[in-house]
Nanobody, 121 residues
Framework: VQLQASGGGLVQPGGSLRLSCAAS????????VGWFRQAPGKEREFVAV????????YYADSVKGRFTISRDKAKNTVYLQMNSLKPEDTAVYYC???????????????WGQGTLVTVSS
C-alpha cells in the first residue's frame, strides 16, 4: 500500500481545511487508516483513525468535536476534515495504514509523506 497525503496549507485560526490521503493498492477491510501529526520539536502524535471495513472512528481528545475522519472506498481515499483550527494544530500531518487498529505510530506499517498545516493570523 502506498499513501499520498495532500491538502495542507496556511489557514487563519478558526478556519477549516480538508486533508486527503489517497491510497494505491488494495486496503483490506481489516486495515485501519490513521492520521498523525508532528509539530516542530515535538514527538509525532496520534490524531484520528478509521477502520476501513466498518468505518469505525476514534479521535485524540485534543481534536474531538473539531476534526472528522472519513473514507471513500470507491476513491480509495481517507479524509480529515479539520474545523475550528487553532495555532496549536500547526504541524506536519501524516497518514498511515495499519493491519488492525491502533493509536500508536510504531504499529503502523505504511506511511505517506507529510503535508504541512499552518494555523496563523
Amino acid at each position: 500500500v502506498q499513501l499520498q497525503a495532500s491538502g495542507g496549507g496556511l489557514v487563519q485560526p478558526g478556519g477549516s481545511l480538508r486533508l486527503s490521503c489517497a491510497a494505491s493498492g488494495r486496503i483490506f477491510s481489516s486495515y485501519g487508516v490513521g492520521w498523525f501529526r508532528q509539530a516542530p520539536g515535538k514527538e509525532r502524535e496520534f490524531v484520528a483513525v478509521i477502520r476501513w471495513g466498518y468505518g469505525t472512528t476514534y479521535y485524540a481528545d485534543s481534536v474531538k468535536g473539531r476534526f472528522t475522519i472519513s473514507r471513500d472506498k470507491a476513491k480509495n481515499t481517507v479524509y480529515l476534515q479539520m474545523n475550528s483550527l487553532k495555532p496549536e494544530d500547526t504541524a506536519v500531518y501524516y497518514c498511515a495504514a495499519v493491519r488492525g487498529w491502533s493509536t500508536k505510530s510504531s504499529d503502523y506499517d505504511y506511511w505517506g509523506q507529510g503535508t504541512l498545516v499552518t494555523v496563523s493570523s
